[in-house]
């Protein structure tokens, strides 16, 4: 089974402050199948990137994802108010498909 | 516009046996693979499943073997998750959770969107 890594645990940002979340993997990620997901309190996850570099649908273009093989970041060039949450990565290339433990943004 | 709805909130005791839904609408329901992920109180998430909505083949965690079954009802755009033998550390939201890629084709195994969640409370 693969194992997630994300650092930091908790990252304290300001609205307009750009955001750097990092994913680390046990092993190798077959063909880049990273995804990271947005979770609000009391919500369902969220799609937000896939194929390490992909945006989902509707996902606007602050949030971008780059990384290959086992480290991976999710970047948020200018945080919005709505942005402070819990993010998720997820590998899908091998099963058990398995995430991450989260990285919390919150508001500094 | 796609939705998943679950079913309510469940509290069972040791030992039983809880089986959740998730209903789909806005989209062909044999079209797209569903999955269930689990989330324990203040904890990460955890993948379970999957199953065709199609033709009803499921694939299942190693971890969840013996305990899990995932069916589907197609005249009711259903999916249903049955979990037996709880145990107190099966506390969590279980969430299903639409595939993006379609039956026609394996699985991306990743997911959006997401069903509201349902609490099962394991607690004698």
């Known amino acids: 089974e693969i194992v997630l890594t994300q650092s930091p645990g908790t990252l304290s940002l300001s609205p307009g402050e750009r955001a750097t979340l990092s994913c680390w993997a046990s092993?190798?990620?077959?063909?880049?199948?990273l995804a990271w997901y947005q979770q609000k309190p009391g919500q369902a996850p969220r799609l937000l990137i896939y194929?390490?570099?992909s945006r989902a649908t509707g996902i606007p273009d602050r949030f971008s994802g780059s990384g290959s093989g086992t480290d991976f970041t999710l970047t948020i060039s200018r945080l919005e108010p709505e942005d402070f949450a819990v993010y998720y990565c997820?590998?899908?290339?091998?099963?058990?498909?398995?995430f991450g433990q989260g990285t919390k943004l919150e508001i500094k | 516009q796609v939705h998943l709805v679950q079913s309510g909130a469940e509290v069972k005791e040791p030992g039983a046996s809880v089986k959740v839904s998730c209903r789909a609408s806005?989209?062909?329901?044999?079209?797209?693979?569903i999955h269930w992920v689990r989330q324990a109180p203040g904890q990460g998430l955890e993948w379970m499943g999957l199953i065709n909505p199609s033709g009803g083949s499921t694939t299942y965690s190693q971890k969840f073997r013996g305990r899990v079954t995932m069916t589907r009802d197609s005249s009711t755009s259903a999916v249903y998750l049955e979990l037996s033998s709880l145990r107190s550390e099966d506390t969590a939201v279980y969430y299903c959770?639409?595939?993006?890629?379609?039956?026609?084709?394996?699985?991306?195994?990743?997911?959006?969107?997401w069903g509201q969640g349902t609490l099962v409370t394991v607690s004698s």
């Open positions: 194929g390490a570099s």
């Open positions: 997820q590998q899908y290339g091998s099963s058990p498909y398995t």
């Open positions: 959770a639409r595939d993006l890629g379609v039956v026609l084709a394996p699985a991306n195994n990743y997911f959006d969107p």
């Open positions: 092993q190798s990620v077959s063909s880049s199948y």
């Open positions: 806005g989209y062909t329901f044999t079209t797209y693979y």
